[in-house]
């Protein structure tokens, strides 16, 4: 049933409808035009694994801080701004040219840095607990270790102290190696080669959903500003990440949910963890834009802005990178595939890894796939059909790492920033809303669009649009062979076999599909999928191909039996 149907939430109006990236769109400096239909090695060629050793020797840490030497920044990915601005600053956008942030790091050319320090991490014993409930003694090492954030902190040193630290233990989640689904979508996994398709299940934080990654990261940098007020736009996932946090740290929470669809698995963890919930009449994209615009004009409301325009929730969101390399033994697997909504988590994979390798401890990078709904499929679009792409202007990286990283490292580049706002004024135009039943992934204006502009350009990615019935189909799939999950996350499985179907991705390869979100966070959507039920119809997708409806049968044993398939 819809949520809206909760007379008890509180309604407030928007009818207009601002837009979040229209100010970082007003910009042109860049008309060429890159194709990623015809993606090429060469625009960021990648060694062998050969050409340089990966460093495994265990460094002791510096003493006094783990993180001597290195400096953090948050910097305007508009080479023609390129302001740089504190870490200490809360800032939702460019002051000077309204475009996105990143946190940008500094490292020693001799860092130390190894694999084989988070590896040795994981056996950390000690007494742990949720860190940042009070001002007092922050975390310990073990609960810091315990996270599967934080443990590789080494790798997102924005605090100043570890004591700074918020975690509720996020990040302990499962790389699963998923050969029967593999085979039903026509991997080659019965050959002698490597060929193995694997499932990152990020619905095992504690929140339900990949959010928590970078909420960690988010709410630790709230802690060293002071906030006391959080708030996100949220398609579900965020808010329940926001709310679980905000009610374990003891911050205020708003949650901002547009009037469309919202699972309530998600619903229901906001309003048990006690967000002030606000009901807005408008899409994901209308309540973004306001939430945004109260973080970021009105410094009296004192609203710490908790979206993945927030650079150092994107931070946080690394880290999945890093748990997908461990669960392999550090071993760089051929493909990541990921849903693609307001896209922070490609965005943030292609950071992880550009920073990897500059610093050495990775001499290749897989290739990405960003999967959409077809219902909203901006990226997908702009890249297959307007041919927009990532404009690096620093293609220095054939010089090596440290030349990389003293002319301002692959993380610089541009956009074609007219051609996008054209794209999004026509969609005004056309009034084009996005609409799907992957309600995490239903967003028209990603946010990050040009962060996963330069993932793409980094990864060598490409992105594809899938439609509701099949995500609905591989998902149930993914549930009838392993854990399950929430129908977006699906939308990575099904955009794998379509890669497959294309030969774009080849049977032997090595895939790690990420789930994002937990089986339990979208109940309806399951039932409805294996019970046929008529409500379903307003989605247009009939009853699901690998159905599983329950038998009914009356209270007589041998009509139980039979309906067992046991005979009597
Ligand atoms: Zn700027």
């Not at 922070?344 to 990078?365: P, R, Y």
Request: aromatic share 8%.
């Amino acid at each position: 049933m819809p949520w809206s149907r909760n007379p008890e939430l509180q309604t407030i109006a928007i009818t207009t409808t601002a837009h979040a990236t229209t100010s970082a769109a007003n910009r042109s400096t860049a008309p060429a035009v890159m194709d990623f239909k015809t993606p090429t090695i060469t625009a960021y060629p990648v060694p062998t694994e050969t050409t340089r050793p990966v460093p495994r020797t265990i460094l002791p840490m510096p003493s006094g801080s783990a993180y001597s030497g290195v400096s953090a920044v948050q910097r305007c990915i508009n080479p023609a701004c390129a302001r740089e601005y504190g870490v200490d600053r809360v800032l939702v956008a460019c002051p000077g040219c309204q475009s996105l942030l990143d946190v940008v790091y500094h490292w020693p050319k001799s860092h130390g840095l190894s694999f084989d320090r988070f590896t040795h991490r994981s056996l950390t014993t000690g007494p742990r607990s949720a860190a940042g409930v009070t001002t007092g003694p922050g975390a310990t090492p073990a609960a810091l270790d315990f996270s599967g954030v934080w443990r590789f902190r080494d790798l997102l040193p924005f605090f100043r102290d570890e004591r700074e630290i918020v975690t509720i233990g996020e990040g302990r989640t499962n790389l699963q190696r998923a050969d029967q689904l593999a085979k039903h979508i026509g991997f080659d996994v019965n050959t002698s080669g490597p060929g193995t398709l694997y499932l990152q299940y990020e619905g095992f934080n504690p929140s339900g959903s990949f959010k928590d990654n970078g909420m960690a990261a988010g709410f630790t940098h709230a802690a060293m500003v002071g906030a006391t007020r959080v708030a996100c736009a949220s398609t579900g996932n965020t808010s329940a990440s926001l709310a679980v946090y905000g009610a374990i740290t003891g911050k205020q929470v708003y949650v901002f949910i547009g009037d469309g669809k919202i699972a309530y698995g998600k619903l229901s963890q906001a309003l048990d963890y006690g967000a002030i919930t606000l009901q807005v009449a408008g899409d994901f994209d209308a309540c973004l834009a306001r939430v945004k615009h109260i973080a970021e004009n009105m410094p009296q409301a004192g609203v710490y802005l908790m979206n993945s325009v927030n650079p150092f929730r994107l931070e946080g969101q690394k880290t999945i990178m890093y748990r997908v390399l461990e669960g392999l033994d550090w071993r760089i697997p051929d493909w990541i595939v990921v849903p693609g909504g307001n896209l922070g988590n490609c965005s943030a994979f292609g950071k992880a890894f550009i920073e990897l390798f500059e610093l050495g401890l990775i001499t290749k990078v897989p290739r990405l796939a960003v999967i959409q709904a077809k219902g909203a499929r901006t990226l997908d679009r702009c890249v297959n059909d307007l041919g927009l792409g990532w404009l690096n202007r620093n293609p220095t990286r054939e010089r090596g790492v440290a030349d990389a990283l003293s002319s301002g490292s692959l993380l610089t580049g541009d956009f074609p920033r007219e051609q996008l706002k054209a794209e999004y004024l026509r969609m005004d135009a056309a009034n084009e809303r996005a609409h799907t039943i992957a309600t995490a992934i239903e967003i028209n204006r990603p946010v990050n669009l040009p962060k996963a502009l330069r993932a793409l350009h980094a990864m060598n990615g490409v992105v594809r649009s899938v439609d509701d019935h099949c995500i609905l189909e591989h998902k149930a799939l993914v549930g009838r062979t392993g854990f399950g999950c929430e129908p977006a996350s699906a939308a990575s499985v099904a955009g794998a076999r379509q890669l497959l179907k294309e030969g774009v991705i080849k049977p032997h390869e090595t895939v790690v599909c990420i789930l994002t979100g937990h089986v339990l966070k979208d109940p309806d959507a399951t039932v409805r999928y294996h019970m046929g039920d008529e409500q379903e119809h307003s989605f247009g997708i009939p009853l699901g191909r690998v159905a599983n409806r329950p038998i009914r049968v009356p209270d007589e044993l041998g009509a139980i039996l039979a309906a067992m398939s046991i005979p009597t």
